[in-house]
T-cell receptor, first 110, second 115 residues
Framework: SQTIHQWPATLVQPVGSPLSLECTVE??????LYWYRQAAGRGLQLLFY??????ISSEVPQNLSASRPQDRQFILSSKKLLLSDSGFYLC?????????FGSGTRLTVV | KQEVTQIPAALSVPEGENLVLNCSFT??????LQWFRQDPGKGLTSLLL?????REQTSGRLNASLDKSSGRSTLYIAASQPGDSATYLC??????????????FGQGTTLQVKP
């Protein structure tokens, strides 16, 4: 079966610390993968998407970066977190039936 | 630039009522429109996906319609139940000609169904 995994579920990090969020997909190959962020009062916004290994497109300028080291792995990173990076981060992939989302990571930068 | 708006932002109804959630979008060149449900602190669950060539989709007590020319979609929930309480998000794939998965979301409607 096709599933998407995201971890950790919650994270509290100090300002200036690094970040690494991981997303993996099972049961498919060469999926399109996406990172979305849901910030308070701003709704869901697409941050990055990837159509293959090493191929990353950024949708909005920001403090974050993304990488795709393996076919079914998508990583969201930051070298130094800002307070404004707090939010709910969702990974998604694109099966034929439409985008399917992971369970999300709640990031609080303190 | 595509913008998606959902009205109302919040809605509280007694159990058993039929209700309509509204979604509007500014650019009619969409590939599809999708309705999601989000429970507090959770990810998104896809409810209904309407392709641009379709007028509506139904699943159980849910019916979603799409009027692409006017830039509107509605989600109709019949015989609402307390378990329907959640935030409902509307999103469009605005690529126009292909399924890119690059969604533009509305801010959502938070629904509370009181027993």
């Amino acid at each position: 079966s096709q599933t998407i995994h995201q971890w950790p579920a919650t994270l509290v990090q100090p300002v200036g610390s690094p970040l690494s969020l991981e997303c993996t997909v099972e049961g498919t190959s060469n999926p399109n993968l996406y990172w979305y962020r849901q910030a308070a009062g701003r709704g869901l916004q697409l941050l990055f998407y990837s159509v293959g290994i090493g191929q990353i497109s950024s949708e909005v300028p920001q403090n974050l970066s993304a990488s795709r080291p393996q076919d079914r792995q998508f990583i969201l990173s930051s070298k130094k977190l800002l307070l404004s990076d707090s939010g709910f981060y969702l990974c998604a992939w694109l099966p034929a039936r439409g985008p399917t989302f992971g369970s999300g990571t709640r990031l609080t930068v303190v | 630039k595509q913008e998606v708006t959902q009205i109302p932002a919040a809605l509280s109804v007694p159990e058993g009522e039929n209700l309509v959630l509204n979604c509007s979008f500014t650019d009619s060149a969409i590939y599809n429109l999708q309705w999601f449900r989000q429970d507090p602190g959770k990810g998104l669950t896809s409810l209904l996906l309407i392709q641009s060539s379709q007028r509506e989709q139904t699943s159980g007590r849910l019916n979603a319609s799409l009027d692409k020319s006017s830039g509107r979609s509605t989600l109709y929930i019949a015989a609402s139940q307390p378990g329907d309480s959640a935030t409902y998000l509307c999103a469009v794939d605005s690529s126009g000609s292909s399924n890119t998965g690059k969604l533009i979301f509305g801010q959502g409607t938070t629904l509370q169904v009181k027993p």
